[in-house]
């Protein structure tokens, strides 16, 4: 028989209705500069509007990232829609360092596709690749207590609020709350 070399592995790729979780392209740049630039969506996020060359360098690094990452490493994963694999967002995974059993996520949506569901999808999408593909034992997200409509995303996915730490972060010049969602493997296999 001859030799086959193996297969390089696939890209990652999870659909989740009407969107597509997958690596970020360099064809992302621009769009991703886009709401990455943009001081409404930076207002709650741990980062500050993006400058071209930030937005170039983080997608150039992203691109070729593996997913899930190495246990204590943040790795964003792109949101396209399914139809066009236009970039209208991104998402955060994270295991821990710890107990790679354990995640967290994060979720960021350009203004114009926001309030349409393409969140509450992608997010879902991103917690069944989490419990189905990698057998996590438990997923968590934390949020400004200001930021409402994360707040009732992360509620409407079926994570549970387990914690509001009061003054619990120094940020962007001032004092914020935080709450803490998770949930579950065997809940996300019940089907909250």
């Known amino acids: 028989m001859p030799f086959l070399p193996p297969k ?3 890209p990652f790729s999870w659909p ?14 621009a769009g991703f500069l886009a709401y990455r630039a943009d001081a409404t969506v930076a207002l709650y996020q741990s ?12 997608v150039r690094v992203q691109r070729r990232a593996t997913i899930p990452a190495a246990p204590g490493q943040w790795v964003q994963i792109g949101i396209a829609l399914a139809a066009t694999d236009e970039l209208i967002g991104d998402c955060a995974l994270h295991l821990s360092a710890d107990d ?30 989490c419990f189905r593909a990698l057998a996590l034992h438990r997923v968590l997200a934390i949020t400004d207590c200001r ?9 409407g996915v079926g994570m549970r609020r387990e914690g509001h730490f009061r003054q619990h972060v120094w940020f962007k010049g001032g004092w914020a709350d935080e709450y803490l969602y998770a949930v579950l493997g065997e ?3 019940a089907g909250v």
């Open 8 to 10: 390089p592995p696939e």
């Open 16 to 29: 989740a209705g009407r969107v597509l979780l997958r690596l970020l392209t360099p064809a992302d740049t």
């Open 47 to 58: 980062w500050e509007p993006y400058s071209a060359a930030q937005a170039e360098e983080f």
């Open 100 to 129: 790679p059993r354990l995640g967290e996520v994060g979720i960021t949506l350009a203004p114009a596709w926001q309030g349409r569901g393409y969140a509450t999808e992608a997010l879902r999408g991103l917690l069944d690749y």
């Open 147 to 155: 930021n409402l409509a994360s707040v009732r995303l992360l509620a």
């Open 187 to 189: 809940e996300w296999q």
